[in-house]
């Protein structure tokens, strides 16, 4: 498996984790105030992350690998932001807006950008990739 589907699955695992943990939380406690939060923590990071590391893990050299650590980078850093300002918003604080936007725009422009790199991975011939294989995976 390439390391950049390693890497989004790995970061899926560390969502599912911090998320399932929040759900304990509110089962064990009665209190559901961050349903949100942990259905976003779950959706956004486990099966979002979790789905786009699956299509890099499949595509493999077919896929452009800059644009998909482009698209790692900028879907974790979106999370955060996006997650860090609901978790405010959610205790009847104002959040920060240019974080939350800005949060919302990365995620959004990270999900354009991975369908651009589908779109691209089908284009590409499967002899181009094998090509390529080795050298990727010598760096
Ligand atoms: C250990 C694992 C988990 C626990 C203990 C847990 C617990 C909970 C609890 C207590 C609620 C609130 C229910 C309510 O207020 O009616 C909830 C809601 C929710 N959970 Fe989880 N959860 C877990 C895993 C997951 C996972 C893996 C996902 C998604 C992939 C997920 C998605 C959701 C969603 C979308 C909601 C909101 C449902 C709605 O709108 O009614 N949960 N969860
Ligand atoms: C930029 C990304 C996203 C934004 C800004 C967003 C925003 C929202 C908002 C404002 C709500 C209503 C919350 C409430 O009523 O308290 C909501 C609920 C929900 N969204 Fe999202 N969402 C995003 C991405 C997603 C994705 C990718 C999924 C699924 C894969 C998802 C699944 C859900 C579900 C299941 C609920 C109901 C959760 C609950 O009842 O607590 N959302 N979302």
Do not use: C
């Not at 499949?58 to 850093?77: D, E, H, S, V, Y």
Request: glycine share 12%.
């Amino acid at each position: 498996m390439s390391r950049l589907a390693t890497a989004f699955f790995g970061a899926a695992v560390l969502y599912a984790l911090a998320g399932m943990v929040l759900g304990m939380v509110m089962g064990a406690s009665g209190d559901h105030t961050f349903r949100p939060l942990h259905a976003h923590i779950n959706l956004l990071g486990w099966a979002t992350l979790g789905l786009m590391g699956a299509f890099f893990g499949i595509a493999g050299a077919r896929a452009p690998q800059k644009l998909g650590w482009t698209i790692f980078g900028m879907m974790n850093l979106g999370n955060l932001m996006l997650l860090s300002m609901l978790a405010i918003l959610l205790q009847g604080k104002p959040p920060i807006l240019p974080i939350l936007i800005g949060g919302e725009a990365l995620v959004v422009l990270s999900m354009g950008l991975f369908g651009a790199s589908v779109l691209m991975s089908a284009r590409r011939p499967a002899a181009a990739a094998a090509d390529i294989e080795p050298l990727r995976r010598a760096a």
